[in-house]
């Protein structure tokens, strides 16, 4: 017997491994139903418009059987199960991490430069101030592509 679908359409406000979040839904979260189950189907992303075939599962719960992209967005890839959003699309986590080690190793390479033997062949290093923190914070707006300026 076939199944009826109710039809949803609305702008993606959230993604998870699990589901989407129509913004006219408010919280409610609509589920993936599994691939097998699946007539037509686009991989719906943060900011898309979409049309959904949807049925309502046993315990209640709405599944979506077809997806459509009506129009694409050009929102974040993902959400996280705990609400978080990447900023710009990306994990920040991952992103401040990265910042970071660049910035540890640009602080290394200009230890590096500024070290040197003295007359007496002891290694010395000039004086030198770096804002590790400042760095850091500069190279994560970077990566998020925001407007950086490098002194």
């Known amino acids: ?3 009826t679908l109710d039809t949803l359409a ?26 097998e189950y699946r007539g037509h189907w686009e991989e719906p992303e943060i900011g898309d418009i979409v049309k959904l075939g949807v049925a309502r599962g046993s315990k209640g719960g709405l599944f979506i059987k077809t997806c ?4 694409h967005g050009n929102g974040p890839a993902t ?7 990447p900023a710009g699309g990306k994990d920040l986590g991952i992103t401040r991490s990265c910042s970071v080690y660049a910035a540890t190793n640009a602080v290394v390479a200009l230890i590096a ?30 990566m998020l592509r925001e407007d950086v300026q490098f002194s």
Request: aromatic share 8%.
């Open 1 to 3: 017997m076939q199944q």
């Open 79 to 85: 959400v996280y199960e705990d609400g978080r959003v």
């Open 113 to 142: 430069q500024r070290c040197y033997i003295d007359s007496d062949g002891e290694p010395m290093l000039e004086e030198i101030s770096v804002d590790i923190r400042g760095l850091a914070e500069k190279l994560e707006r970077h």
């Open 68 to 71: 459509e992209v009506q129009k």
């Open 10 to 35: 609305g702008k993606v406000s959230a993604k998870n491994a699990y589901g989407i979040k129509l913004e006219n839904r408010g919280d409610e979260w609509v589920n993936f139903s599994k691939p």
